[in-house]
Each structure stands twice: as C-alpha cells, then as structure tokens.
C-alpha cells in the first residue's frame, strides 16, 4: 500500500491561491492514477480531480479552469493548484490513490483543511 498525507492548506481569501500537496511513501506514486477529492462539513465528499499514471487529467465542473492537478514523479509528490478560490471550495481537502483505471481509489490521506473567507 502507499501513504499519503497531504499538506498546503489553510485560509485564504477569495480570488487567492493555494497549492496543496499529497506526499506518498511505501511504494512510488507512479504506479498510481491519482485523486483529490473534498468534503465541507455536512456535506459528502466530492470528486475534485484526477492525474493518471500517464498524466492524463480529468476535473470536476465546480473546478475546470481554476484548478490544476499535476503530479513531480521524482519527488513522489502530487499537487493541487487551486486559484480563484470561491467560498464554496472551502472543504477538508483529501489525496487518494488508485492501482489501476478500473479500481476504486482506495489509498487515502488524512486530509487537510481548506477556508475560503475574508
């Protein structure tokens, strides 16, 4: 298995930028598609964005154009760059990690909190 624990969050104010960070040990993080995902209090957790292996990205609507996820293999590290940031991103922000297309992303961070506010 691989572990992951992200870090980058904390409170910005809207129309700022955050880059937050999913660091993985145990096996290297280019044997895995890669996710992040959110949850805001009360509310269930939501896909926000994927990488693949390959590198191919695929985005939530709520996000397309404001966030980007990338991964730095070498540093067996992946990224969300999240800018213009609205209010409703605030969540509880979690990396997640899956062996193949067609397995369920199963690998998860701890998570780290988000606040959008001024």
């Known amino acids: 298995q691989v572990q992951l624990v992200e870090s980058g969050g904390g409170l910005v104010q809207p129309g700022g930028s955050l880059r937050l960070s999913c660091a993985a040990s145990?096996?290297?993080?280019?044997?895995?598609?890669m996710g992040w995902f959110r949850q805001a209090p009360g509310k269930e957790r939501e896909f926000v964005a994927t990488?693949?292996?390959?590198?191919?990205?695929y985005y939530a609507n709520s996000v397309k154009g404001r966030f980007t996820i990338s991964r730095e293999n070498a540093k067996n590290t992946v990224y969300l760059q999240m800018n213009s940031l609205k209010p409703e991103d605030t969540a509880v922000y979690y990396c997640?990690?899956?062996?193949?297309?067609?397995?369920?992303?199963?690998?998860w961070g701890q998570g780290t909190q988000v606040t959008v506010s001024s």
């Open positions: 990488i693949s292996r390959g590198d191919n990205t």
């Open positions: 997640a990690a899956r062996r193949t297309t067609l397995s369920d992303y199963d690998q």
């Open positions: 145990g096996r290297t993080l280019s044997l895995y598609d």
